[in-house]
């Protein structure tokens, strides 16, 4: 069954230090997602992006966040300058496009923890 | 703005018990809603979501949800309850005709007692 892989399953890292999350989505997928999930709280919807673009972003998506799609296959989350608090879970996910719009299905990967110290 | 409210954010079940969890959800239009699970260490699966059509849905490991526009409500229920649904449950609400941005619930973490 075709899956959402995420690298690294694990990263810690120091403050200040830039981190890249890498994913790859489902091969006929079109809409790509980031969510976090600091722990103990709620899963939380950071972006979307399709054709090349950024579709959607939340409030925490600030400046230091980027998201990229450097190929046909990864879609990648940067974090410029970690700070203590984007230490959390983080899931990448994706849909396929469905007739008139998106499905509304999303499938998650199993994430990448990051520790920031 | 669309929001999801879990109630219960523990809840402790004997096995071959009912599973009942709740979600509420607030939106002036109904939005698409799912259940998502998270076993430990693991990704978020889907269980089972409603877009259209009949109210009463049914999802994997024999899980099922109605969709009650007059209650506003997404609950999600198991006749009888395996060791192996230990998990923490999300409900999730996605807007109509929109991008496919999901707005999760805070998470029941459901146990399941021998």
């Known amino acids: 069954e075709p899956e959402v892989t995420q690298t690294p399953s694990h990263q810690v890292t120091q403050m200040g230090q830039e981190v890249i999350l890498r994913c790859v989505p489902i091969?006929?997928?079109?809409?790509f997602y980031w969510y976090r999930q600091i722990l103990g709280q709620k899963v939380e919807f950071l972006v979307s992006?399709?054709?090349?673009?950024?579709?959607?972003k939340s409030e925490i998506f600030d400046d230091q966040f980027s998201v990229e799609r450097p190929d046909g296959s990864n879609f990648t989350l940067k974090i410029r300058s970690t700070k203590l608090e984007d230490s959390a879970m983080y899931f990448c996910?994706?849909?396929?496009?469905?007739?008139?719009?998106?499905?509304?299905?999303?499938?998650f990967g199993e994430g990448s923890r990051l520790t920031v110290l | 703005a669309q929001s999801v409210t879990q109630l219960g954010s523990h809840v402790s079940v004997s096995e071959g018990a009912l599973v009942l969890l709740r979600c509420n959800y607030s939106?002036?239009?109904?939005?698409?809603l799912f259940w998502y699970v998270q076993y430990p260490n693991q990704g978020l699966q889907l269980l089972l979501k409603?877009?259209?059509?009949?109210?009463l849905v049914k999802g994997i490991n024999g899980f099922e949800a109605e969709f009650k526009k007059s209650e506003t409500s997404f609950h999600l229920t198991k006749p009888s309850a395996h060791m192996s649904d230990a998990a923490e449950y999300f409900c999730?609400?996605?807007?109509?005709?929109?991008?496919?941005?999901?707005?999760f619930g805070t998470g029941t973490l459901l146990a399941v007692q021998p």
């Open positions: 939106s002036s239009v109904p939005p698409y």
């Open positions: 999730a609400v996605s807007p109509r005709g929109a991008t496919n941005k999901l707005i």
């Open positions: 091969s006929n997928h079109l809409y």
């Open positions: 996910a994706s849909s396929e496009v469905g007739t008139g719009g998106p499905t509304g299905e999303l499938f």
């Open positions: 992006f399709y054709n090349n673009e950024i579709s959607e």
């Open positions: 409603y877009t259209t059509g009949a109210t």
